[in-house]
């Protein structure tokens, strides 16, 4: 067996058993309801952290995503407020900002040769920057698509709801998986995470694939700020501070090394998912403070960080054991 | 030669960087079907003419003609599209992605936007089934060993180019099997056609495999050769620009007592993968030689001595008594000091000042804690580079900006300060001129006559001669001849590395 599988297994195996933990405490909790609910409440930030699996597999980081979702919602909100555009239009305008707002990032990262830390790191203030500029109060949003949407679901066996922004999480995963595991653009970007210099030599566009990378990034993260703001009808300039970091814990706990090169989209989905089920869980205990969730997912994270250096380990100890022997 | 013959030629080839010609009106020729093998020491040119032909490097002036017509690749994606691939030592593939994604990466065969992974994969074993090998192409590229992933970087290339193959040292890391393993592959590609250029170190690998020989020194073609006109003996002599009419009457020095104890004894010291067991007794006031072609252990013998490379076996004793050395902080403790080989990666430290590069032995000898005081640090600068005549505006200047052989006397008063028992100089007077040069050699006279031991690294024989007392031949990462005192010529040494390997049983002292 591959044994970069392992990371993404080990999720797998400690989502089912969490889950069958929690079942055994709240029956409850194993029905279409409470998954329904899982995806619907976990949309945001599993459409934001497919394009952080990209980012994170290429070798990178973003970490503007959190302040680009609460743009979005800002500028849905004061575009809905101040204009009578159809919020449909807005989308599309706001998506090609975020687009081309992340492709500038993958652009500076790729031609000035900087960090993406650091890159990403100005990103992230200019980004909650704009949106305070546009406003500082959290605006209402009140349109009769946003009502629509909010009511749009299919009813599960087991009156479970599949929502509208849940369904257009799973689809974008959907996407994500493919895109990074069955096109030319997926290998490029896995090559790039296996070494730029390699990859450049070896033919791979790393420009053009890694201006692409973040304007994926951005785009997802503009989706993901739609999401929000159907999700919570209102946009706030304070809003989704730090999700950029749940993002990366999602990537890192689905199993996709922190250097890049290694891991599946699947995986994230599944990371998304155990975080979800941690607060889930803290919510129908009721006695729990909900910062157990950032405990657990904390101790989750280094478990896993320790897990991926064994597994590097044990791949360098072997590769080692084959040149002596 | 006639000229249809030629696949791909080179006329009048120069590349000239910021004080050196790398490339001097080189030309060279490579037919089809033949496996050329190109030699030289260390900045002979081998690389930078390899760079130029894969477009790494543009030219400055000379033609490359590819079957009779000029190219002028842009760079290494523009020479595979004319048809010619490079594979390096280092694999230039990604561990992560499968086999089958490193061979086909940017052709992966699609349908609507997706790729077939089947049909990728029937691709990749076909391509493969040629070599002769049958892996499974779905596992990642690093689950295999080095050879399998030398072969898979010949298969991706091939098929890229199609024309000219150049292996450049593709050998360096592999067991005898696995070279046999990648010979078979090169054969059966020249049989099928293909112009292989091919570069390595090892001369036995060079007879095993090539057709013609082309030697470069000092950035000059020296000559083109017919691989069965020619002895080992002979090309040792054309790689280090030595005739073998050349009659040199300097013998190397006496004068040290043999029969006294040793400073330091290496008994059984070695190292898998870098230098065979050896026993070398070092004594009082010596200078001892080692000569060897690039690449023959030569630099891993100094620095399994300083501890830079640990031993894995064998023992050392200093004054008799047992020393450990695991690494370069117990050789300093023990009164070493080591100035390597390329003095501008891993010797001086550019951005700080003559003075700070001159303490820094000492002040790690001492720790970090016990701060060599500033006026003491500054009466240290001042005397080296007095005594050792370093040309400086002033002692806080950055060293970076010192001319090579400032630096390299500089590195020597660095370990000067330490007042070392033993010093270790891996090719002190590499890249340095000529006037610099010739104060290093009586330094390193003045510095033994004192009373100092020394091991010194060159690839100028006529220097080494000059200054040892004891020369030893490292070939192929063994120790395989000492000349004491008056045996040490040039022409023992020359004799000495070429020897084939099946002779090198007897020992020379």
């Known amino acids: ?325 | 030669m006639s000229e249809s013959q030629a696949l791909l030629r080179t006329e009048g080839l120069t590349k000239t960087f910021p004080g050196t010609r790398a490339l001097d009106a080189v030309d060279f020729d490579l037919r089809a079907g033949e496996v050329h093998a190109l030699l030289g020491e260390n900045g002979a040119g081998k690389s930078t003419l390899i760079k130029c032909l894969t477009g790494a490097y543009r030219r400055d002036a000379g033609e490359i003609l590819l079957e009779g017509a000029p190219i002028d690749p842009r760079d290494t994606q523009d020479a595979l599209a004319l048809g010619i691939g490079t594979v390096y030592q280092e694999v230039n593939l990604l561990p992560n992605l499968s086999v089958a994604e490193n061979l086909l990466l940017g052709r992966q065969p699609r349908r609507v936007g997706l790729v077939r992974r089947r049909a990728m994969n029937d691709r990749a074993r076909a391509m493969l089934a040629r070599y002769g090998l049958s892996i499974d192409v779905t596992r990642n590229l690093d689950a295999y060993s080095v050879a399998i992933q030398q072969i898979v970087a010949i298969a991706r290339a091939v098929s890229m180019s199609g024309r000219v193959l150049i292996l450049d040292e593709p050998t360096a890391s592999l067991d005898r099997d696995e070279v046999a393993m990648l010979f078979d592959v090169v054969r059966g590609l020249r049989d099928n056609g293909l112009g292989i250029i091919f570069i390595s170190h090892f001369l036995d690998q060079v007879f095993e495999i090539a057709d013609r020989v082309t030697v470069l020194r000092n950035g000059r073609l020296v000559g083109v050769h017919d691989i069965g006109g020619l002895d080992r003996l002979r090309l040792v002599n054309l790689m280090l620009g030595r005739e073998l009419a050349e009659e040199t009457r300097e013998t190397g020095r006496g004068g040290i007592d043999y029969d006294a104890a040793p400073r330091l004894r290496f008994s059984g010291t070695g190292r898998r993968g870098a230098i065979a067991p050896f026993d070398l007794d070092v004594h009082r006031g010596e200078v001892i030689g080692v000569a060897g072609l690039l690449g023959s252990g030569r630099t891993e013998t100094a620095e399994l001595m300083f501890g830079a490379a640990p031993m894995d076996c064998g023992s050392v004793t200093s004054e008799g008594r047992p020393l450990r050395l695991a690494s370069p902080r117990d050789a300093i403790g023990a009164g070493f000091g080591f100035s390597p080989e390329d003095r501008k990666t891993s010797g001086i430290i550019g951005d700080m000042s003559v003075r700070e590069n001159i303490v820094l032995a000492l002040q790690a000898r001492q720790g970090w804690l016990r701060r060599v005081p500033m006026r003491r640090q500054r009466e240290l600068a001042d005397d080296f580079i007095k005594r050792l005549d370093i040309r400086t505006s002033d002692a806080e200047k950055p060293i970076g900006e010192l001319s090579g052989g400032n630096q390299q006397k500089a590195l020597l008063a660095r370990w000067l300060a330490t007042n070392p028992e033993f010093l270790i100089l891996d090719e002190p007077t590499r890249g340095i001129d000529v006037g610099a040069h010739a104060e290093i050699i009586r330094m390193i006279e003045e510095l033994c006559a004192s009373g100092m031991s020394l091991l010194v690294i060159s690839a100028e024989l006529d220097e080494l001669v000059a200054y040892s007392h004891r020369v030893i031949v490292v070939r192929d990462r063994v120790h395989v001849a000492e000349l004491v005192g008056e045996a040490i010529t040039t022409d023992a040494i020359v004799k000495a590395i070429a020897r084939p390997a099946a002779e090198a049983g007897e020992n020379a002292r």
């Open chain 1, 1 to 325: 067996m591959n044994p970069r599988l392992l990371p993404f297994l080990a999720t797998v195996v400690i989502f089912v058993v969490a889950y069958v933990i929690c079942w055994l405490q709240f029956p409850a909790m194993l029905s279409t309801r409470v998954i329904g609910n899982l995806l619907t409440d976990g949309a945001f930030l599993g459409i934001v952290a497919v394009g952080m699996t990209f980012v994170i597999l290429s070798g990178g980081i973003d970490l503007s995503v959190g302040s680009v979702i609460a743009f979005s919602g800002v500028f849905v909100a004061v575009m809905l407020r101040d204009t009578g555009i159809h919020p449909v239009p807005v989308f599309v305008l706001l998506l090609a900002i975020t687009t081309a707002f992340g492709a500038a990032m993958g652009l500076i990262i790729h031609v000035l040769q900087m960090p993406p830390f650091i890159v990403t790191l100005a990103g992230m203030f200019l980004a909650r920057g704009m949106a305070y500029v546009l406003s500082v109060d959290s605006i209402p949003i009140a349109h009769p698509f946003y009502d629509w949407v909010q009511t749009a679901y299919w009813l599960m066996p087991g009156k479970g709801r599949l929502t509208l922004i849940g369904a257009t999480m799973l689809a974008v995963f959907v996407a994500g998986i493919l895109l990074a595991h069955r096109t030319r653009f997926g290998a490029n970007v896995f090559a790039l995470g296996g070494g730029v210099q390699t990859a450049r030599l070896m033919g791979v566009p790393v420009g053009r694939t890694t201006v692409l990378i973040y304007a994926l990034s951005g785009l997802l993260a503009g989706l993901s700020g739609i999401v929000f703001s159907f999700y919570t009808s209102a946009g706030y300039s304070l809003a989704t501070v730090g999700v950029e970091l749940d993002a990366i814990a999602a990537v890192v706990i689905g199993g996709t090394l922190l250097t890049g090169g290694s891991g599946f989209v699947a995986g994230t989905l599944i990371g998304v998912l155990i975080m979800g089920l941690i607060q889930t869980y803290i919510t129908f205990d009721g006695t729990l403070s909900s910062w157990w969730t950032k405990i657990i997912i904390g101790a989750l994270l280094l478990a896993f960080i320790v897990l991926q250096k064994a597994l590097l380990d044990i791949t360098a100890k072997r590769a080692s054991a084959r040149e002596a022997g």
